[in-house]
């Protein structure tokens, strides 16, 4: 059964800092996902990571994958508060369904 | 724009009474799936649909059914909703195989449950 494990569950970072999540998975897969969701709304797709050293970038955010370490992260540039939010990475099998790690819940403060 | 499309977005019903959601998409995905997010929780996988063929998850519950009458649409069946299953319910569409790509997600339909 593939496990996906999120840390830190919950981080509380002031404006214009930097941090990373970290996305560990258990069994092989070369194709991982990142995600926002703000409070009760929807999820919002990030990234697509999809080989081995896979690095995409998208303002403040930038995420990579590591798929030898089974790992993934999501560092966070200068921090503002609009990114406050929960951030969920999810890792594909070959069957095709996801399985999602718990969840960051992201607060900047200014 | 394409897009995947959730009725209602906001569903009140009563302990035992049946419920359907209805979630439609435009992006001519051919896989279709139903997740289950309780509060502060992932979103749980119930099963999904590869073209016609359904796919349940092990461990769904037989109260929750499915519906893919079409490409377009896909229902959820709560045969007899508990107070358990008060959550937001997601549809996500993604293209499948060989080149499958990210899912992309409806706005959900909030579910209560009284």
């Known amino acids: 059964e593939l496990k996906v494990e999120q840390n830190p569950l919950f981080l509380s970072m002031q404006e214009g800092k930097n941090y990373t999540i970290y996305c560990n998975y258990s069994?092989?897969?070369?194709?991982l996902y990142w995600y926002r969701q703000d409070p009760g709304k929807s999820l919002e797709s990030l990234f697509v990571?999809?080989?081995?050293?896979a690095v995409k970038q998208e303002g403040r955010l930038m995420a990579s994958l590591d798929t030898k370490a089974r790992l993934s992260t999501l560092h966070i540039t200068a921090a503002v508060h609009d990114l406050s939010a929960t951030y969920f990475c999810a890792v594909e099998t070959n069957a095709g369904k996801s399985t999602f790690g718990d969840g960051t819940t992201l607060t900047v403060k200014p | 724009d394409a897009m995947v499309i959730q009725n209602p977005r906001y569903q009140v019903t009563q302990f035992g009474k049946p419920v359907t959601l209805s979630c439609s998409q435009t992006l001519n995905h051919n896989v279709m799936y139903w997740y289950q997010q309780k509060s502060s929780q992932a979103p749980k996988l119930l099963f999904h649909y590869y073209d016609k063929d359904f796919n349940n998850e092990a461990d769904t519950p037989d109260n929750f059914q499915s519906r893919r009458p079409n490409t377009s649409f896909c229902f959820l069946d709560i045969r007899s909703p508990g107070l358990g299953d008060a959550a937001m319910y997601l549809c996500?569409?993604?293209?499948?195989?060989?080149?499958?790509?990210?899912?992309?997600f409806g706005p959900g339909t909030r579910l209560t449950v009284t």
């Open positions: 996500a569409t993604s293209r499948g195989a060989p080149r499958r790509a990210e899912q992309y």
């Open positions: 069994t092989t897969s070369d194709r």
């Open positions: 990571l999809l080989s081995n050293g």
